[in-house]
């Protein structure tokens, strides 16, 4: 996986298909339904959508955010 450049905004974020970044917004979206959720209409909107949490990365997610014992036991299996 690579790292790439947004020139607009001069983000870097990781090229694979799991982050995707907002050429309109700016923000970087970890999953494609955040990704796509972040987007109705025309507009984007982030912060406007209770289930949007931010990641000490900078990478937004959609959904429950995962408790660190949850995260674990995930990882375990």
Do not use: Q
Request: hydrophobic share 30%.
């Amino acid at each position: 996986m690579s790292e790439v450049l947004h020139p607009k905004c001069g983000k870097t974020y990781t090229n694979n298909n799991t982050v995707g970044h907002c050429a309109a917004c700016c923000e970087t979206f970890f999953g494609l339904r955040a990704f796509d959720k972040h987007r109705r209409g025309a507009m984007c909107n982030v912060t406007n959508d209770a289930l949007f949490w931010l990641d000490d990365r900078g990478r937004w997610h959609w959904g429950e955010r995962m408790s660190d014992e949850d995260k674990a036991r995930v990882i375990r299996r």
